[in-house]
C-alpha cells in the first residue's frame, strides 16, 4: 500500500527572448510524470488585424517587471490547479507567421491545466508591462492589452 501522492515541487520557467521561440522548450520546461496533461498556448503574428494588412509587430517589454509578473501570475495558477508553468515571450521584431508567445502549463489533470492556460493568456495581456507595436504599409499603432 502506497502514502499518500509526494507534494509538488512547482517548477516554473520563464524567458524574454530576442531570438526566435522554441515551442518545444516551453513544453519540456513543464514535462513532469507525475503530471498527465500539458496544455500550451502558442501566439503567432496574423497577418492581418482589423481589415490592416500587418507587416510585422515589435514588442517592447520592461523585463524586470515582466518577470516580477510572471511569477505573479504563475502563483495564482496554481489556485487553478498547475504544478509547473512556462512562459517564453519574445521580444523586437517578429515577423508574420512567427511566434511570438508561448505559454506551457502542467498538472495532474487535464481540466486544471486547460483552465490554467486559458487563464494565463489573458492575465499575461492584462498584467505584464509588455507593449505591442502593429507595422502595417502606411504607418504604425500600439496595441494594448485586453
Known amino acids: 500500500m502506497s502514502g499518500p501522492p509526494e507534494p509538488p515541487r512547482f517548477r516554473d520557467d520563464f524567458r524574454i527572448v530576442d531570438g526566435e521561440i522554441d515551442p518545444s522548450a516551453s513544453f519540456e520546461a513543464v514535462r513532469d510524470p507525475r503530471c498527465g496533461a500539458i496544455a500550451t498556448f502558442l501566439g503567432t503574428v496574423r497577418g492581418e488585424n482589423a481589415g490592416r494588412k500587418v507587416l510585422h509587430l ?8 515582466a518577470m516580477k509578473q510572471f511569477a505573479r501570475l504563475a502563483a495564482a495558477l496554481r489556485e487553478k490547479g498547475a504544478w509547473h508553468v512556462a512562459i517564453h515571450h519574445r521580444r523586437g521584431r517578429v515577423e508574420v507567421g512567427g511566434v511570438s508567445l508561448a505559454i506551457a502549463v502542467s498538472s495532474p489533470r487535464r481540466a486544471h491545466a486547460l483552465d490554467a492556460c486559458a487563464a494565463a493568456i489573458e492575465r499575461l495581456k492584462k ?9 502595417y504599409p502606411d504607418g504604425h499603432l500600439w496595441r494594448e492589452g485586453s
Do not use: C, F, Q, R
Not at 58 to 65: D, P
Not at 130 to 135: G, L, N, S, T
Open 58 to 65: 515589435e514588442y517592447e517589454v520592461l523585463e524586470s517587471m
Open 127 to 135: 498584467d505584464v508591462p509588455i507593449w505591442k507595436k502593429e507595422v
